[in-house]
């Protein structure tokens, strides 16, 4: 590795860290301006060969850090990016608050909470940003930037992280579950497991793509797929009786309340 100090730092080479690299050398930052810290000798290989970054095993002077690692892990890593000089911190990290990064960093060091979501892995993510109190302007569209690289950002005030965190950073999970259980369904209905596996994985994909790019509301589509009396509204009548808006509201509160907890 060479002694030129990189402007960006990425700590912990897991699936976002990763994720966060792929999507930044894409849009056009050169791998040598990063480096990817990574305790596990076998990720840090793999991360070199892979994407052409320098890494290290311990936390060394760079311009911008990202911070990618167990929400138990950030205090510590935040105090030794304080002791190297770091100016601006972006943690991701699920729980951890502005106070707490900012009591790790100190007062002079900028420090940004976000929560993407794992569509990151495919460029498709969203990441809701909160700034602390020590952010200039510049130090915000900094890390949008970096962030921007997996998706789109959404700037959103402290008090609103853990709503993003159970909407959107969990949400794919309730996805997910979803679309196992239509799966399933299929094949009870009589579809062969790879039928209905395509099926609905396409059935995802359209929706939604249409969603997004509509500009008609989940309502008004929902709406317009759903004639009277037809096959759309025998399901959903099952779907409306069975609560499943109250679900997802207790789900939300609950994957919210958890990282309120976390924080605390």
């Known amino acids: 590795m060479t002694s030129t100090t990189p402007s960006l730092a990425i700590i912990g080479g897991g699936n976002m860290g990763t994720a966060l690299i792929a999507g930044l050398i894409a849009g056009g930052v050169l791998a040598e301006s990063i480096v990817v810290v990574e305790i596990d000798e076998d990720k840090r290989n793999e991360v070199a060969k892979q994407f052409g970054v320098r890494t290290s095993a311990t936390i060394i002077s760079c311009g911008g850090a990202i911070v990618a690692v167990k929400p138990q892990s950030v205090v510590d890593v935040c105090t030794q990016l304080r002791k190297v000089g770091v100016q601006r911190v972006v943690s991701i990290a699920a729980g951890i608050s502005l106070a707490t990064l900012e009591h790790a960093l100190g007062a002079d060091i900028a420090a940004i909470r976000a929560m993407p979501n794992t569509p990151a892995l495919v460029a498709e993510g969203v990441t809701g940003l909160a700034a602390g109190t020590s952010c200039s302007d510049a130090d915000i569209e900094w890390a949008e930037s970096m962030l921007a690289a997996v998706g789109i950002v959404v700037r959103v005030s402290e008090d609103q992280i853990d709503a993003v965190t159970a909407v959107s950073g969990s949400g794919p999970g309730y996805l997910f ?88």
């Open 177 to 264: 579950l979803i679309a196992e259980a239509l799966i399933a369904a299929g094949v009870a209905q009589g579809l062969a497991p790879d039928v209905a596996e395509i099926l609905v994985k396409q059935l995802f994909r359209g929706s939604g793509i249409l969603l997004a790019e509509s500009p008609e509301t989940a309502s008004t589509l929902r709406e317009r797929v759903t004639s009277p009396n037809g096959t759309t509204a025998a399901g959903l009548l099952v779907l409306e009786t069975a609560q499943i808006r109250q679900i997802l509201d207790q789900a939300v509160a609950a994957a919210a309340a958890r990282s309120r907890e976390m924080g605390a």
